[in-house]
T-cell receptor, first 111, second 114 residues
Framework: EDKVVQSPLSLVVHEGDTVTLNCSYE??????LLWYKQEKKAPTFLFML????IEKKSGRLSSILDKKELFSILNITATQTGDSAVYLC???????????FGKGTHLIIQP | DTGVSQDPRHKITKRGQNVTFRCDPI?????LYWYRQTLGQGPEFLTY????????KSRLLSDRFSAERPKGSFSTLEIQRTEQGDSAMYLC????????????FGPGTRLTVT
């Protein structure tokens, strides 16, 4: 059974800090790993990492994939209050396409 | 360019009633997914369509749940004889690319069963 474990489950930091969110996974047939941001609505797509694209960066957010150790990290530098959200990590199922999500990391940025 | 839309956004129903939700994917996205999300959890996969064909169903999808995508465009998810445990956010997502590619989510339908 596919499995995604995220840590920490919650994190409170001050504005301007840098945070690192962790995601470990087990999947039968790895194809990709996806990161989403969820505020009080639907998840918003951030990054997709694959065997051919193990590092992604967009502004203050960046992510890397370690296929050997089966984990990914999401970094956010110079955090802002607008970064407060739940960050979800997901992998497509080994046999098909439904995503298996972790429980998410609830990030709170204090002013 | 419109994203994924879902209707209704909120639904309150009494236990035992049937409910139906609708999802309109991003235009020309041939893949459509349904997920369920409860408080403090990540979304859980329910079922997946490629065009009008339902290709995958999770063990979570009991006999009381049925989903259709008759013309390969919008989809409906019906829950019969609702139970309090069905209370959750029901999310729809769509995708246009190959297996394992990014999925774009709608705003969800929040179901409350009283």
């Amino acid at each position: 059974e596919d499995k995604v474990v995220q840590s920490p489950l919650s994190l409170v930091v001050h504005e301007g800090d840098t945070v690192t969110l962790n995601c470990s996974y087990e999947v039968t047939n790895f194809r990709s790993l996806l990161w989403y941001k969820q505020e009080k609505k639907a998840p918003t797509f951030l990054f997709m990492l694959t065997s051919s694209g193990i590092e992604k960066k967009s502004g203050r957010l960046s992510s890397i994939l370690d296929k050997k150790e089966l984990f990914s990290i999401l970094n956010i530098t110079a955090t802002q209050t607008g970064d407060s959200a739940v960050y979800l990590c997901a992998v497509p199922g080994g046999g098909a396409d439904g995503l298996t999500f972790g429980k998410g990391t609830h990030l709170i940025i204090q002013p | 360019d419109t994203g994924v839309s879902q209707d209704p956004r909120h639904k309150i129903t009494k236990r035992g009633q049937n409910v139906t939700f609708r999802c309109d994917p991003i235009s020309e996205h041939n893949r459509l997914y349904w997920y369920r999300q409860t408080l403090g959890q990540g979304p859980e996969f329910l079922t997946y369509f490629q065009n009008e064909a339902q290709l995958e169903k999770s063990r979570l999808l009991s006999d009381r749940f049925s989903a259709e995508r008759p013309k390969g465009s919008f989809s409906t998810l019906e829950i019969q004889r609702t139970e309090q445990g069905d209370s959750a956010m029901y999310l729809c997502a769509s995708s246009s690319r190959g297996l394992g590619s990014e999925q774009y989510f709608g705003p969800g339908t929040r179901l409350t069963v009283t």
